[in-house]
């Protein structure tokens, strides 16, 4: 494999990935912008009864250049996880990478179906963290300086209305008793919460109660793995903020071919699972690591 071949990745669900080819920027002096990476292990206790919990290696090495990048330019950054979650995390590497460890989320998910509500634990940190609170995706990589003074919402981009990814409302299965929200739209659009900034505590309030209101009520509904789980943690968010009457900033509008984010995204099973692409990106990163590191 060789670098244009690697760069092929973003045609397959990555993002970015060429920047990871050029120059690092300079680091910014004393930057003070809180970053959270979330991490619960709920899902994959649900899926594998007494194993020990562990990360890919290939997800490790993404979290520790997403925190790196992100010390590097915007601030300190620190972990929320859960107990168990904890315990693995303070015996590798990455113990020394974040500023702090948290082990605050609740390892039962709420009571959410973990397995169906995957991305669930981000929307419990939001719950939990002071304001304002920035979270990003352990395969995200923030590879500028962000000014987010003054804003109250601030997601990775817009996304569509879409039947196959975010249907009516009429689509989900419900229990009885449970309505949406009259003030709702189903036409605001849905905010990708790949990188999340709140700095409004009404907002963040509405948006948590309300998604975890929605996944605590859905039931059995046929939705292919995701579109509970994205309607929960992207479509409700835009519609508790339009309802609000709060529009607030996006990182980009359309795919950026500039060089503010990488973001691995789904071609992280070629990555972890496919020897010659894992080989690849396993020394690429450890040279960018090694810049990192020495910062």
Request: aromatic letters at 12%; one cysteine or more.
């Amino acid at each position: 494999m060789n670098e244009n071949d690697f760069k092929k990745l973003d045609r397959i669900g990555s993002m970015g990935i060429a920047n990871l080819f050029s120059p690092i920027a300079p680091a910014v002096k004393d930057p003070s912008l809180i970053g959270y990476h979330a991490l619960s292990t709920a899902t994959f206790l649900w899926n594998n009864p007494g194993e020990s919990y562990s990360l890919h290696e290939v997800d490790m090495v993404m979290a520790e250049m997403s925190a790196l990048f992100w010390k590097r330019f915007n601030g300190p950054i620190k972990m929320i996880t859960d107990r168990t979650g904890y315990e693995y995390l303070i015996n590798t590497p990455l113990a020394d990478v974040y500023d702090e460890i948290l082990p605050v989320l609740d390892i039962r998910c709420c009571g959410i179906d973990p397995t169906k509500y995957w991305a669930a634990a981000k929307i419990q940190a939001m719950s939990r963290l002071p304001l304002p609170c920035t979270i990003i995706d352990m395969d995200m990589l923030v590879l500028k300086p962000l000014d987010l003074s003054g804003e109250k919402l601030v997601c990775a981009c817009h996304e569509f209305v879409d039947d196959a990814v975010y249907p009516p409302l009429s689509f989900f299965n419900m229990r009885q008793g449970y309505s949406f929200p009259q003030e709702w739209s189903e036409e605001a659009l849905p905010l990708n919460t790949a990188f999340l900034y709140i700095n409004d505590e009404k907002l963040r309030d509405n948006y948590t109660r309300e998604a975890f209101r929605f996944m605590l009520n859905e039931r059995e509904t046929p939705d292919y793995w995701s579109t509970c789980m994205v309607t929960a943690e992207q479509h409700i968010i835009g519609m508790c903020a339009e309802a609000m009457g709060i529009y607030g900033k996006v990182l980009w509008e359309t795919k950026p071919e500039h060089e503010l984010v990488t973001h691995f995204w789904s071609a992280k099973g070629q990555i972890r699972y496919d020897d010659e692409t894992r080989e690849y990106f396993l020394e690429l990163s450890e040279k960018i690591l090694r810049q990192l590191r020495e910062a």
